[in-house]
């Protein structure tokens, strides 16, 4: 168990639809992360907050958005859904968000657009 | 930004040495190289991070040489459940960049 929860584990919707996910990180860590992984695909980062502030982004979509909230979980935003969205979503979390820290990562959620 | 480029597919036995080769040409300064195994379903889970030279722990080691362009992942007497996808990251901080490799998928057979 890494320590970080991702809710919901599952997610089925349809094309245009918004949808929200949700990320705790482990406990003690400051920065949390974002990577989409469609199926069969490597891991694409989307963006790293440390403490509230966005402190990296990656290829993250216009359509798509992040925030960390004062208690440090934080949302992925996606919205006007694709088919090509349908994905798994992983958050990791490492304690400063150092390059010379490991991350820790969730067991996703696995979103299906239908 | 960095790139990085892994092979695809591995084969190997059990109770073999494997090495998974990760290059990274354009490394920077400031960068660390970082290993990840991850299983199907599941996120990645660290196995073991450096700077340069030669780290081990207790399941891996890491070798980075003087360039530092490229890494090698050893896994020393695998098994079957080292059946799995292996990804290298180079991070840069202070560039804000974060590369991952696209996965090299291994498989241990009897």
């Known amino acids: 168990d890494s320590g970080v929860t991702q809710t919901p584990k599952h997610l089925i919707t349809a094309t245009g639809q918004r949808v929200t996910l949700r990320c705790s990180p482990r406990?003690?860590?400051?920065?949390v992360y974002w990577y989409q992984q469609s199926l069969d695909q490597g891991l694409q980062f989307l963006i790293q907050?440390?403490?509230?502030?966005?402190?990296a982004k990656g290829n993250i979509l216009e359509r798509f958005s992040a925030q960390q909230f004062p208690d440090l979980h934080s949302e992925l935003n996606l919205s006007s859904l694709e088919l090509g969205d349908s994905a798994l979503y992983f958050c990791a979390s490492s304690y400063e968000g150092g390059s010379n820290q490991p991350q820790h990562f969730g067991d996703g959620t696995r979103l299906s657009i239908l | 930004l960095a790139k990085t480029t892994q092979p695809i597919s591995m084969d190997s036995y059990e109770g073999q040495e494997v090495n998974i080769t990760c290059s990274h040409n354009?490394?920077?300064?400031?960068?660390?190289i970082t290993w990840y195994q991850q299983f199907p379903s599941q996120g990645p889970r660290f196995i073991i991070q450096g700077y340069k030279t030669k780290v081990t722990n207790e399941v891996a080691s890491l070798f980075i040489p003087a360039d530092r362009k490229s890494s090698t992942l050893s896994l020393p007497r695998v098994s079957l459940s080292d059946t799995a996808v292996y990804y290298c990251l180079v991070f840069n901080t202070g560039r804000r960049a974060l590369t991952f490799g696209s996965g090299t998928r291994l498989q241990v057979q009897p």
């Open positions: 354009n490394i920077a300064t400031n960068d660390y």
């Open positions: 907050y440390y403490n509230g502030e966005e402190r």
């Open positions: 406990s003690g860590d400051l920065s």
